[in-house]
C-alpha cells in the first residue's frame, strides 16, 4: 500500500461553497483617480498644444513638457476609466475587480 499524505488532500469541507460571495462593488476611490488622471490628462495634452502653438514662456519647451505630461497622466486615466466604464455596463470580461487597489 502506498504512502499519501492527506495533509494536502481537498476533502468537502475544504471547499466551502456556501460561503462564497463575489464582491463586484466598484471601487470609488480607484475610479475617482482614473477619472482625475484622465481630466488632468486632457488638460495637459491640450495646454501644452496651446503654449508649443503660441510659444508660451518663450520657446516650445514648455509646451512640449505639459503634451508629454498630459500624455503620461491621460493614458492609465483613459486605460482604467474605460475599465470602470465597461464593468458598470455589465461588458463580458470586464470586472471592477481588474481595477488594482490604491
Known sequence: MAYVDHAFSITDDDLMIDSYSVNNRPPIKEIALAVSLL???????????FMTANRVGG????????????????????????????????????????????
Open 39 to 49: 481630466v488632468f490628462g486632457v488638460i495637459g495634452i491640450g495646454l501644452g498644444l
Open 59 to 102: 520657446d516650445t519647451g514648455h509646451g512640449l513638457f505639459f503634451t508629454i505630461l498630459g500624455g503620461v497622466l491621460f493614458i492609465p486615466g483613459f486605460y482604467y476609466t474605460r475599465i470602470a466604464y465597461y464593468a458598470w455596463k455589465g461588458y463580458k470580461g470586464f470586472s471592477f475587480s481588474n481595477i488594482p487597489p490604491v
